[in-house]
């Protein structure tokens, strides 16, 4: 069974919306459809699924993404309790979600190690938030320096074990350092918004100008006129134009218009410290293209977590080149948090189209960790990968209701030294779905799998030398 969100873009009216189901589940076996959720006014954005309640079965987060024709609006994003197959507005904990961004990606990982899944969030013009699960209840986290008031337009999250601590980190995927937009905390990129034009919201990009000592919109004189039509009038000449603040542009309009904001525009490594992150830009070949879907695994086997980026972003305005220097990118993990880039011709991964989902799973059986890409506007590639040392394949059963035992989480042991942990999730990077069938890698001879099951109870199986595969039932 497969669970999408549906589009409500092309909907006449918001009546229409509502009465559309937002979130159905697709039969490939039969064809059939059958709604989950019922509609909703903003467009459908990221799904995750966890157990979050602990009552054995799979739960529902719908990320509110957009207001069709009137970005940037804060729509707001719904869970929904699995009450014996039906899914239930959970009106307790949805309270936290009213309003809350355009959520551009989610999902579901256990940051504290409790045994309970935490909600990590990443909203476009807002901060990467995360809720704190306590027994179902969800709160917001309190401020951790790494992470608190870093803002930017982020599209992807994904988390892994990148220093082999045994804490998941986070990477966040934005829109990199090579376009005409950069920021930083000392002059922070701003986005206003506001009714400029009737009947729809306008926008205007914005930023600090040390010339004028103020902050200046960033379009042309040519383009002002058709964002805000009296402000070209008011002001008369590009000279007059040159040395106005955006409030001057926006004139009467400037007190109504709300102002969202990103301090980087880099993609990003949030290192799990326990208490704080720390933070860390990706590598500079990272950096040259928008980043979309983020893979946090072991695609080499060595034993230590890589991460995969699928990039470049086409649909730019007619007087700005498309941002099309990725061909997706291959991180390759130290262990200790570190990444280094891998040249698309050692890696294999070679894709110049505009990438979007992708997928890992080991679709042969082998031991070593395939990948899907899927294009905007072009076909889906799958890279078989031959280069990797096989790993050790180990397939989760848990009950009736979460049978993949999405939530585990799973670590080898040699001896008395562990290596990365590795989450089972359903709904992560960026729109997408991995395998539940996880592949550790490992360098040395694995003793024992560590298994921290959904709810906390934790179990370690033996490892005979030289073991591929093992299943572990949850009972």
């Known amino acids: 069974m497969v669970i999408a969100g549906v589009s409500s873009y092309e ?76 899914l239930i507005s959970d009106t307790a904990n949805n309270r936290l979600f009213a309003g809350m961004g355009m ?10 190690g ?58 966040a995927t934005s829109w990199g350092r090579n376009t005409d937009y950069h920021a930083s905390e000392a002059r922070p990129l701003l986005l206003y918004s506001g009714f400029f034009a009737e009947p729809r919201p306008g926008v205007l990009l914005a930023q600090e100008d040390p010339r004028i000592g103020g902050v200046a919109p960033l379009a042309t004189f040519a383009r002002l006129g058709l964002a805000v039509p009296g402000a070209a009038q008011r002001l008369r000449t590009f000279a007059g134009y040159a040395d106005a603040t955006i409030d001057q542009v926006l004139g009467p309009l400037a007190p109504a218009a709300a102002r969202l904001g990103a301090t980087t525009m880099d993609h990003m490594l949030f290192l799990n410290r326990a208490d704080r992150f720390e933070a860390r830009p990706l590598p500079l070949e990272a950096q040259l293209a928008p980043a979309f879907y983020a893979g946090i695994a072991d695609f080499d086997g060595d034993g230590k977590e890589d991460v995969f980026l699928s990039q470049n972003f ?33 890696s294999g991964l070679i894709v110049y189209g505009e990438q979007r989902g992708a997928a890992y799973a080991d679709f042969d059986g082998d031991g070593r960790l395939d990948l899907a890409v899927s294009q905007n506007g072009a076909a889906t590639r799958l890279f078989r990968n031959r280069g990797a040392a096989p790993g050790l394949r180990v397939r989760l059963v848990g009950p009736p209701g979460n049978p993949t ?66 299943t572990v039932h949850s009972r």
């Open 11 to 86: 909907m006449a009216t918001t009546s229409d919306a509502l009465a559309t189901p937002s979130v159905v589940a697709y039969s490939p076996a039969t064809g059939a459809m059958t709604p989950l959720v019922p509609g909703d006014s903003a467009s459908v954005g990221p799904l995750a699924l966890a157990d979050y309640d602990g009552d054995g079965d799979l739960d529902l987060f719908v990320g509110g993404r957009i207001y069709p024709g009137a970005y940037p609006l804060s729509p707001s994003s719904r869970l929904y309790r699995n009450d014996g197959g039906r």
């Open 114 to 171: 409790n045994g309970w899944p935490d909600l990590i969030v990443a909203i476009e013009w807002g901060t990467i938030r995360v809720f704190l699960n306590d027994r179902g209840r969800f709160r917001p986290a309190p401020a951790m320096s790494g992470l608190a008031g870093l803002y930017s337009r982020w599209n992807g999250l994904a988390t892994g074990d990148l220093d082999g601590d045994g804490r998941l980190d986070i990477v």
């Open 314 to 346: 086409f649909a730019t305005d007619v007087a700005t080149p498309r941002y099309d220097a990725g061909r997706s990118l291959l991180l390759r993990g130290d262990g200790a948090g570190g990444l280094e880039a891998v040249p698309g011709q050692r």
């Open 405 to 470: 035992a999405v939530g585990a989480q799973l670590r080898l042991r040699y001896g008395d030294r562990g290596g990365p942990v590795r989450e089972v999730q359903a709904g992560s990077g960026y729109w997408s779905q991995n395998g539940a069938v996880q592949v550790l890698g490992h360098a040395l001879e694995p003793t024992a799998l560590w298994i921290r099951w959904p709810g906390g109870r934790e179990q370690v199986v033996s490892l005979a030398p030289g073991q591929a595969e093992v």
């Open 103 to 112: 959520v551009s990606a989610a999902l579901f990982a256990d940051l504290d």
